[in-house]
């Protein structure tokens, strides 16, 4: 186990449903990150928190809400969703935010995913 | 940009033979790392290795460094069935929007 937990494990929605993805980490860490990961393409970066702020949006559309309530909790509401969304949602976690000028060795510690399939 | 792709897409092996695989990347980093996906699961990190390192082992594991071209390579040593699962990198410079992975090398060790 990494420490950060994820559910649900698999989700089924419809494209009109509104549901939540929630991810929680038992780790300390201050900053925390959502990715989206479908067949056969790389891994995409959907958001950054850092210290419950939201420091990255890749240009996520808005029917995925994010919402990072404290340092241990994100959550990921979806709305609204079409068919190509269907995928492996992966929260991850880092101890401070990787990147800042004395922060570039830490390493990302992922949850098991959430399967996501939208009919 | 994408800050690490891996290649090939796919490897097959016999159980006890040596696995290479290779990462690229486009602009320069502080450091790269390399994580290991089971099927269905999250990413698990295994190593990371420093832009002024050129090598770094860990167990059976050795990674490879060469900043001049920008690439990287990751060697498991005497592989087991166990070790069947994808393998990605991801180099940071200092940007969380960098952050980022490649499609991973999907490698199976036959037993």
């Not at chain 2, 770094?56 to 070790?83: E, F, M, P, W, Y």
């Amino acid at each position: 186990e990494t420490g950060v937990t994820q559910t649900p494990r698999h989700l089924v929605m419809g494209m009109t449903n509104k549901k939540s993805l929630k991810c929680e980490q038992h780790l300390g860490h201050n900053a925390m990150y959502w990715y989206k990961q479908s067949a056969k393409k790389p891994l995409e970066l959907m958001f950054v928190y850092n210290f419950k702020e939201q420091t990255e949006n890749n240009s996520v559309p808005s029917r995925f809400s994010p919402e990072c309530p404290n340092s241990s909790h994100l959550f990921l509401h979806l709305h609204t969703l079409q068919p190509e969304d269907s995928a492996l949602y992966l929260c991850a976690s880092s101890p401070k935010l990787v990147g800042g000028l004395s922060l570039l060795y830490e390493k990302l510690f992922f949850g098991s995913g959430t399967q996501l399939s939208v009919l | 940009s994408q800050q690490g792709e891996e290649d090939p897409q796919a490897l097959s092996i016999q159980e006890g033979e040596n696995a290479t695989m290779n990462c690229s990347y486009k602009t320069s980093i502080n450091n790269l790392q390399w994580y290991r996906q089971n099927s269905g699961r999250g990413l698990v990190h295994l190593i990371l290795i420093r832009s002024n390192e050129r090598e770094k082992h860990s167990g059976r594991l050795r990674v490879t460094l060469d900043t001049s071209k920008k690439s990287s390579s990751l060697l498991i040593t005497a592989s087991r069935a166990a070790d069947t699962a994808s393998y990605f990198c991801s180099g940071s410079s200092g940007s969380a929007r960098q952050l980022t992975f490649g499609s991973g090398t999907q490698l199976t060790v036959l037993p």
